[in-house]
């Protein structure tokens, strides 16, 4: 090979070389390309518009350096590169709260907290929350509304098999958790409660589909059915009126997990979707007799409740009833305003309801109820 030809392909690395370099600046720039998806939670800045003020100050060179790292040109494609590599590895997960567990099943780490009882608050706070609570239904009981508890069960408990042996260390058998303990409570005071945790341990082994998926963090929508069915149930019986029957249609069986089934997995953001077995989505449809008075039902709840929410049970089952989530947005009325639980009087939209239901895995019983029963006991006391 002559100097000239050895040079040519000098340069023509050379030339390649910088083109990969400017590529990112160039897409950023022009968006010549349709980049990836990112998933779960993504931090991005603003750009920041210069002034001397900003200059002096030296935010602007502060803000410009951030925007810049969020938001160059195949970021996602960066990321997701990035992810596998830590994945396949590494072992490890990239995603904010995420645990891989034996077998590649996702957990967050808060449902392994609960299940081993590592977030427990301890008795006495507990004590007191029921008997706060204790008061709150008896109060709205006078006033004809039903307060009942529901306890959703969290992957950790269902899952506890495939819980890294390291969690395991220095964990003592039978350790007291906040479910153990807000249960006994509930009992010796007589709260109003549904336990759906130890019901979908129960059915574990005699289930035809799965209740938790692999990659997911939520009940499956075959458990979130099941929860719904009894639900409705339980009112009608609570209430003693007819409530709508969920009438099931068939079960679609999908090696592809989809809807909720797959929300860690997607939320880790990897270039190859991760090992999983297949899931049942229920197809189904309720019958209702629109002449009979709805029960208006809202939910004070964590995020077990989208799914059924998505699906039209707030509007077409429970009265326009509403959704407070985590206690904080009101749905639906926040799709098209920003209402929040603190602007209302909560006494009063509270005496609204025929029921009321606050829900929440076991991963959020360390705050349990999201302030609610702390403010409408002041409420009521006041």
């Not at 907290?113 to 929350?129: M, P, R, T, V």
């Not at 574990?204 to 998926?213: D, E, G, M, N, R």
């Not at 979707?273 to 899931?279: S, W």
């Not at 509403?322 to 904080?328: I, L, R, T, V």
Request: aromatic fraction near 18%.
């Amino acid at each position: 090979m002559t100097n000239k030809e050895q040079n040519t392909i000098k340069k023509v690395v050379f030339g390649i070389i910088v083109l990969v370099l400017c590529l990112p600046a160039i897409q950023h720039k022009t968006h010549f390309a349709n980049e990836k998806t990112l998933h779960g939670a993504v931090s991005s800045t603003e750009y920041k518009e210069f002034t001397w003020e900003t200059w002096y100050n030296s935010e602007y060179q502060e803000s410009t350096s951030n925007y810049l790292n969020t938001n160059f040109g195949f970021r996602p494609e960066f990321i997701y590169l990035n992810n596998q590599r830590h994945y396949s590895f590494f072992y490890t997960a990239r995603a904010k709260g995420v645990l891989l567990g034996k077998e590649s099943y996702l957990y967050e780490r808060n449902y392994i907290k609960a299940h081993l009882g590592i977030d427990y608050i301890g008795e006495k706070e507990i004590q007191e929350k029921t008997r706060k609570l204790k008061f709150v239904q008896d109060k709205l009981k006078e006033n004809g509304t039903d307060l009942y508890v529901v306890f959703a069960p969290g992957k950790g408990s269902y899952y506890p098999e495939y819980i890294p042996d390291k969690w395991l260390e220095g964990i003592k058998k039978n350790a007291p958790t906040n479910y153990k303990a807000y249960k006994s409570e509930f009992e010796k005071k007589e709260v109003n409660y549904i336990d759906f945790k130890s019901w979908f341990l129960d059915m574990k082994k005699s289930t035809p589909y799965p209740l938790f998926a692999k990659a997911g963090i939520h009940w499956s929508k075959y458990g979130e059915f099941l929860a719904a069915d009894s639900l409705l149930q339980k009112i009608g019986e609570i209430r003693n009126v007819p409530m709508p029957d969920l009438v099931l249609d068939q079960v679609v069986v999908d090696e592809v997990n989809r809807d909720g089934d797959y929300d860690i997995g997607e939320g880790m953001n990897l270039i190859f979707d991760l090992p999983t077995y297949p899931m049942g989505y229920p197809q189904f449809h309720w019958d209702w007799d629109t002449s009979q008075t709805q029960q208006v039902v809202t939910f004070i709840a964590d995020s077990y409740f989208w799914g059924m929410f998505n699906y039209g049970f707030s509007r077409d089952l429970f009265g326009d009833g509403e959704f407070w989530y985590y206690n904080k947005q009101i749905y639906p009325d926040s799709y098209t305003a920003p209402i929040e639980v603190k602007d209302i009087d909560i006494r009063a939209k509270a005496e609204e309801n025929d029921v009321i239901i606050l829900l929440s895995t076991d991963a959020n019983l360390y705050k349990f109820a999201f302030g609610f029963i702390d403010q409408l006991y002041e409420a009521y006391k006041d």
